[in-house]
């Protein structure tokens, strides 16, 4: 809600964004704020129990021998990249041009793509060097964790190309503007749990 | 081959137990008869279009307690089950086995299929009218919420006559409740339907929350709400904090059972005792969200038969808040023994302790209402009075649990087990019954038989008293909980029989009041009022049962106890603001979706119980197809026309 508060005020009028104007909408987007809450602590639990874990090795490797810091740090560009880019998205959104708009969101969707194809990649790699979920405890909670961001990544490529077809079908109406918006918010957030991910999983592994 | 299929229906169906066989034959004769009945009254076409695919709240709520009915009835019958084992030394009723399997699935059952799906029906049925509002914010993810549970309690129960019930126990502690010690699907089963009925609470309490903060009457300020809905909307809260860790919880013991990993394993570095805490991290808030409704219902219910305003509303606010906070900090009470440290202990000791004031406070808030009060003794105050010295002991034997060296004594004893009957019965069960008989005619329009109803209000409270007070005492003799038998020598048998007597006595209480229910659907007197208790709150100020768009102008709110002060205003002869002409009413549409996706995660669950991958991966696929044509789907919702409402409240003579 604050971001649309703000957004509201910057216009300077009395002008609702689009995906305000009908209060069904902005009672999905505010209800969507609260889903993520509790996506926010399903991950926290996930963190937790990786950071209970994580030098339970047992007879397998450690971080230091599984984390490629070339993968893992083009990941989190392409990501981050990913975010900017959708953010461009609603900014046309906001101004009306529905084109520019669909443009962003497919450039946003193929960063998402190869985010998840490095993803796949490095997984295979660890797998084929005998580092699976069934190794350790260590191994686990790295596997769950980052594949459940991973799967969250899938769903939204998914689920923004859903929304694509919608634009073109019904062009820019109240309720896909809404959908737009709810889906960047899921976009954004999952950027948001990379960054923990990236500094508690990544960055810490390498250094311990 | 023939040798192929008797092995596989051997494992797959519970075989060679009388019980199990009696269960089977009244499944088969249950269905039969139900598919009979829709068949012969030509009811099938009705049951889909009023109930299966409804998304009204109203009728969802309905479902609910009729679900909630259906499951206390058979939790109820694993209590009888086992009380009977227990009432002498050496029964050889129920073998170790059997008595695992039924504690395992009546404290679930009890807990998840029994008390949730209780307070989700009264906030369903009381919430939106209350705040005078037309539906909650998203009704159609409310119908999903309730098939969730529905299609979930049924694949927990399922799993006594369809490869074994789960048996470590409704908190399903790891290792234990882990491949190397539990192989069977049971298990499975029990992480599946909690996983499955989760998503629908989460969604529940989601959708709730976001009714309560945005969709309130013009005016409803949130220190003008009622106080069941203020319980509700911490209930909710809670409900948004603690269910991820339960997600993830039960998601990684599934790992654990079906992929190999090691989260809470023994070796190869799992941690059991992670599970334990992500297990209570969720679980002790969610007694809360259990017991706040029902402090909620109390509220409302002492007032209304106190003829009063609820005293110290403000405070009662103020400490349901504290409850929902603190209860987030006192998980470890759970496990002292786990021996994390006299620091830590003390911190969950003195936060357990703590609990205790907001509680009293409300206590007195309630006495004090009643205080020169006129006192109305119908059912539902029955019920809140009783709850009253009922909780103070629950409460007095939860602080003395509290007190972390005592605990190393108490612990998994009887003493327990006496403490959480006496507040989840004394509390839940007896504020949710408060609920279904305060809400009753609003739902239906009619009134239940107070005369049935007494009589099993005496039965339940004093077998209540009796078979769970010696249970204290049996306690401090050094009897442990989920013990299947006794020796001779022990000195319990006395107590024992005492108890089982005093469940048998619960259990003819619940007999009476299937009985007033059945005897006054047939015979109950008819509310025309629409306010048969002289009530305080919105709710009682539509018709009963409430018109599917509940207000056709939606009510300007003035102060507290809003429909109490319209009356009054009224009783004054004071100028009536002129009404405001109708206008057309957007609803949501009907759908038949959420009915066919919870039986997709039936489909689902079950394939995963049995790691019948391509079974499990068919019906996911079918998931997420009824996700995309649902995000496809414009054509959500309808007008109802000024014409039509007005017809509707002509035909309760409210022009
Ligand atoms: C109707 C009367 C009831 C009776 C006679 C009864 C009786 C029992 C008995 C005999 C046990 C097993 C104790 C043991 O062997 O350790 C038990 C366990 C339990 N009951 Fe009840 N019960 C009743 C109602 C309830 C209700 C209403 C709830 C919850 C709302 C509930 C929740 C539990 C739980 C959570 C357990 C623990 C299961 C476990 O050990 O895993 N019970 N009950
Ligand atoms: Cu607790």
Redesign the interface.
Same mark, same amino acid.
């Given at each position: 809600m604050a971001m649309a508060d703000s957004f509201v005020k910057s216009q300077g009028s009395q002008s609702v964004p689009l995906e305000y104007t009908h209060e069904e909408d902005? =009672?999905?987007i505010? !209800?969507f704020w609260?889903?993520l809450?509790?996506?926010l =602590? =399903?991950f926290?639990?996930?963190f937790?129990?990786y950071s209970?874990?994580y030098r339970?090795? !047992?007879? !397998?490797p450690g971080p230091l021998q599984i984390f490629d810091i070339t993968g893992f740090s083009a990941e989190t560009f392409i990501l981050l990249t990913s975010s900017f880019t959708c953010g461009l998205a609603t900014y046309s959104m906001h101004r009306g041009q529905k084109a520019a708009m669909m443009a962003w969101m497919i450039v946003t969707i193929l960063l998402g793509v190869s985010f998840i194809s490095l993803e796949l990649s490095e997984f295979a790699s660890d797998i084929a060097r005998g580092a699976t979920?069934?190794?350790?405890?260590?191994?686990?909670?790295f596997f769950?964790l980052v594949g459940t961001h991973g799967a969250h990544v899938s769903f939204g490529i998914v689920w923004m190309t859903?929304?694509l077809i919608?634009l073109a079908i019904?062009g820019l109406t109240p309720?896909t503007a809404r959908?737009a918006f709810i889906v960047s918010l899921y976009w954004h957030f999952l950027d948001v749990v990379w960054i923990f991910i990236f500094t508690i999983v990544y960055l810490l592994g390498v250094m311990s | 081959m023939l040798y192929n299929v008797e092995n596989f229906a051997s494992h797959f169906f519970v075989l060679g137990d009388p019980l199990i066989y009696g269960a089977d034959v009244s499944i088969v004769l249950v269905s039969l008869a139900i598919v009979f009945v829709l068949t012969y009254y030509k009811k099938w076409g009705w049951l889909w279009r009023e109930w299966l695919t409804t998304v009204d709240h109203k009728k969802i709520g309905i479902m609910y307690m009729i679900a909630a009915l259906l499951m206390l009835f058979r939790g109820g019958v694993d209590a009888i089950l086992m009380r009977t084992q227990l009432i002498m030394p050496n029964m050889p009723f129920l073998k170790a086995q059997h008595y695992n399997e039924i504690f395992t699935t009546h404290g679930t059952i009890m807990i998840l299929f029994m008390a949730m799906p209780f307070i989700f029906a009264m906030m369903n049925i009381a919430v939106p009218l209350q705040i005078g509002a037309r539906d909650v914010?998203?009704p159609y993810l409310n119908a999903i919420s309730f098939w969730l549970f529905f299609f979930a309690a049924m694949l927990l129960n399922l799993s006594f006559v369809i490869g074994g019930s789960p048996d470590a126990g409704w908190t399903s502690y790891a290792p234990l409740a882990g491949l190397t010690f539990d192989k069977g699907p049971g298990e499975n089963y029990y992480l599946l339907a909690l996983q499955i009925t989760g998503i629908g609470s989460?969604a529940t309490g989601?959708?709730f @929350?976001?009714t309560i903060?945005?969709?309130r009457a013009p005016g409803m300020t949130l220190m003008r709400m009622p106080l069941f809905t203020w319980s509700i909307l911490a209930a909710c809260i809670i409900i948004? @904090?603690a @269910?991820?860790?339960l *997600?993830?919880?039960l *998601?990684?013991l599934l790992?654990?059972r079906l992929?190999?990993?090691? @989260?809470f *394993?023994i070796?190869?570095?799992?941690?059991p005792m992670?599970y334990v805490n992500?297990f209570w991290m969720w679980g002790h808030p969610e007694v809360y969200i259990v017991v706040l409704p029902a402090f909620g219902v109390f509220s409302e219910v002492v007032a209304t038969f106190s003829k009063k305003r609820t005293f110290g509303y403000a405070s009662m606010v103020a400490s349901l808040i504290a409850i929902a906070v603190i209860s987030f900090f006192t998980w470890v009470h759970h496990f002292f023994t786990m021996g994390a440290g006299p620091g830590v202990n003390s911190f969950f000791a003195v936060a357990t302790m703590i609990i205790a004031i907001p509680t009293g406070v409300k206590v007195f808030n309630w006495l004090f209402t009643m205080y020169q009060g006129r006192i109305r003794t119908k059912l539902p105050m029955l019920w809140a009075i009783a709850f009253i010295p009922n909780f103070a002991i629950g409460g007095a034997s939860g602080v003395m649990l509290a007190v972390a060296p005592a605990d190393y004594q108490f612990h998994n004893s009887y003493f327990l087990v006496a403490h959480f009957h006496q507040v989840l019965i004394g509390g839940v069960v007896f504020g949710m019954l408060a609920g279904m008989y305060y809400w009753w005619p609003k739902m239906f329009g009619f009134m239940l038989n107070e005369r049935l109803g007494r009589i099993a209000f005496w039965f339940f409270n004093i077998g209540f008293y009796v078979c769970f007070l010696p249970q204290y005492w049996l306690g401090w003799m050094g009897m442990t909980r989920r013990i299947y038998t006794y020796l001779p020598g022990m000195g319990w048998t006395f107590w024992n029989i005492i108890s089982t007597f005093g469940a048998y006595l619960m259990g003819v209480g619940f007999v009476f009041i299937v009985l007033q229910i059945l005897y006054s659907i047939r015979y109950g007197e008819r509310d025309l009022t629409g306010d048969p208790w002289d009530g305080r709150t919105l709710e009682w100020s539509l018709p009963s049962p409430v018109p599917h768009y509940n207000f056709a102008r939606i009510p300007e709110v003035t102060g507290r106890d809003a429909w109490w002060t319209m009356k009054e205003a009224k009783q004054k002869g004071e100028m009536q603001p002129e009404l405001e002409p109708l206008k057309p009413i957007h609803m949501p549409n009907d759908s038949g979706r959420p009915f066919i996706l919870s039986v997709l995660f039936f489909i689902f669950g079950f394939g995963m119980v049995f790691t019948w991958y391509p079974m499990a991966a068919v019906a996911f696929i079918g998931i997420l197809l009824s996700l995309?044509l649902r995000?496809?789907e414009?054509d959500t919702d309808h007008t109802l026309s000024v014409d039509e409402i007005r017809r509707t409240e002509a035909a309760y003579g409210r022009v």
């Open positions: 902005a =009672l999905r505010f !209800g609260i889903f809450a509790t996506d =602590l =399903l926290a639990s996930l937790a129990t209970v874990l339970h090795v !047992g007879h !397998g979920l069934q190794t350790s405890a260590f191994l686990s909670a769950t859903l929304i919608q019904h309720t959908k | 914010a998203f989460m989601i959708n @929350f976001v903060m945005k969709m948004i @904090f @269910f991820p860790p *997600t993830a919880a *998601t990684l790992m654990d992929a190999g990993a090691h @989260f *394993t070796f190869d570095g799992g941690n992670m992500m995309i995000s496809f414009y």
